[in-house]
């Protein structure tokens, strides 16, 4: 699949395709950051592009990254990909 499959794929489920980004729950305002993953069952896949708020996560941007710094530099540069 390619970045513009999947991207219409999740239309309106990512910031990036058009979710809201405030809570409709809390009413916090959502901003791209690196979130750890507690999936525990991805080998060497740790880390991942989102959003998050007082209820807990609410979006997944990216794939997963192995390391805080690799996310974080995909996030900088705006290069992240969608899993």
């Known amino acids: ?3 513009v499959e999947a991207v219409k794929e999740l239309k309106g489920e990512t910031i990036a395709t058009g979710a809201p980004t405030k809570c409709g729950d809390c009413g916090h305002a959502l901003k791209l950051e690196v ?3 507690n999936a525990g069952c991805y080998i060497g896949t740790e880390y991942y592009i989102g959003t998050e708020c ?3 996560p ?4 990216s794939g997963y990254y192995r390391t805080y ?3 974080e530099r995909a996030l900088v540069s705006g290069e992240y990909y969608l899993q």
């Open 1 to 3: 699949m390619t970045k």
């Open 35 to 37: 979130i750890h993953s």
């Open 54 to 56: 007082y209820c807990g």
């Open 58 to 61: 609410y979006s997944r941007e």
């Open 69 to 71: 710094k690799q996310a």
